[in-house]
């Protein structure tokens, strides 16, 4: 049987809380289908900045990466600032160091969360680039002034190829579950020159792909109809700053960032967390949705199981999935869903509703 070793950050505010959800709902998963996990914890925080000055090198990121996957909690403190006035976050230094180009966002309506618009069902893929756009110039020299500030924006064609390829494999594999496969672009090519060369190579790609529906909107009209019709879309793709916000609105959609779970990946390393941040105005109070996190694992063993054709991984990524499901339409539910369940009790209930390692559901498990 495989083991896996896992490298676990649980960083700041309720990052801590919900990586605990997350590893003691594998560790049921560890007990009922036999799945082998190794955590090493990592101690990188904002917090562990302000006390000692100490933060996440190259050399500890090239350590971290030998494992075979990272699950990360929440980095960042508002208060916590490097010299240069921005905010402390090693998750944008490991998508720069490991080249995690896509981040990838399921975003679902599940049943017993209600959305703030008319829908039926919504079921989309939100995916966004995550190591150029905006955030390209983070390590640029910065010549501080009260007077004018820039930053800059950049579109490669190699990194464009390899998420459009991405999100077209991404919507075939989720036609095949059922679903449209179509692959919507959101960008700014009327105003913007980088976004030019990122509408040519998602054309070129598109064209590549013609199995695939395709559609472009600019990010602003996409917005809007996002939010007026969300069945217009299956999966969607952005580069960095436009596909930080979209996923946000997305996960607005249905419930917010506490059911929003993410994986940010490139060919070959694999970084797994919620899509929110730390939180810190609910941390230590027991109230943190654990279900982002949790779901984020289980992107973890369906990323695992599909690298090593570990069958056993990616069946118990779904019998997770069902146990948040089934948790979710029959409670108990968490405060940020119109609940009152502490975080204790909702994963209680995960494992609980985790479905029996049989022979109809598991075959080969135990
Ligand atoms: P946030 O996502 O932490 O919180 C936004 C709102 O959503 C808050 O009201 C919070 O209480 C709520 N929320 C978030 N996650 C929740 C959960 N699991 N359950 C219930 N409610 C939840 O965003 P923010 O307040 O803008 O940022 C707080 C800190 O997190 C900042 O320092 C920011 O830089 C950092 N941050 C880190 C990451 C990351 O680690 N990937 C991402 C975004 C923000």
């Known amino acids: 049987m495989t083991r896996y070793n896992i490298s676990v950050i649980p960083g700041d505010g309720i990052g ?4 605990n959800a997350a590893t003691t709902v594998l560790d049921a998963c560890q007990n009922h289908y036999g799945l082998e996990l190794d955590y090493t914890f990592h101690d990188f925080s904002a917090d562990l900045y302000r006390r000692t000055g100490r933060k996440i090198t190259p050399a500890d990121m090239d350590e971290i990466g030998t494992s ?8 960042g403190l508002p208060d916590v600032r490097t010299p240069e006035g921005l905010e402390l976050g090693a998750q944008v230094e490991m998508r720069a160091h490991y080249g995690l180009f896509a981040s990838l966002r399921p975003v679902r309506l599940y049943e017993g969360v209600t959305s703030p618009v008319k829908a039926d069902s919504i079921d989309m893929l939100v995916i966004r680039e995550t190591t150029e756009g ?7 020299k910065h010549e501080p002034s009260d007077e004018t500030a820039s930053d800059r924006m950049t579109i490669t064609r190699a990194t464009s190829e390899k998420l459009f390829d991405v999100a077209f494999a991404q919507a075939r594999a989720r036609r095949e579950r059922g679903t449209p496969g179509h692959v919507t672009l959101l960008h700014k090519s009327n105003a913007l020159r980088s976004n ?9 790609v598109a064209a590549r792909n013609t199995d695939i529906g ?8 996409g917005s809007m109809h996002m939010v007026m019709d969300p069945s217009r879309f299956d999966v969607v793709v952005s580069e960095n700053i436009f596909g930080d916000i979209v996923s946000e609105i997305a996960a607005g959609l249905v419930g917010g960032l506490g059911v929003a779970p993410s994986a940010d990946v490139s060919l070959t390393h694999g970084v797994f967390q919620p899509s929110h941040g730390s939180a810190p105005d609910i941390a230590g109070q027991d109230v943190a949705n654990p279900i982002a996190m949790i779901l984020s694992a ?3 063993l369906t990323w695992l199981g599909e690298r090593r054709d ?11 999935q069902t146990a948040v499901r089934t948790t979710l339409a029959s409670g108990p539910r968490p405060r940020d869903l119109g609940g009152s369940a502490p975080t204790r009790e909702v994963v209680e209930a995960i494992i609980s509703n985790l479905p029996a390692s ?6 080969g498990l135990k």
Not at 68 to 75: I, Q, S, Y
């Open 16 to 19: 801590p809380e919900v990586i």
């Open 68 to 75: 075979d996957a990272v699950l990360f909690g929440a980095m």
């Open 134 to 140: 905006m955030f390209a110039g983070l390590n640029d």
């Open 196 to 204: 030019v060369l990122l509408e040519k190579v998602f054309d070129e």
């Open 214 to 221: 395709s559609a472009k909107y600019y990010i602003d009209a």
């Open 298 to 300: 289980a992107m973890m």
């Open 310 to 320: 570990d069958q056993r991984c990616t069946i118990v990524a779904e019998h997770i």
């Open 358 to 363: 049989d022979a109809a559901t598991s075959e």
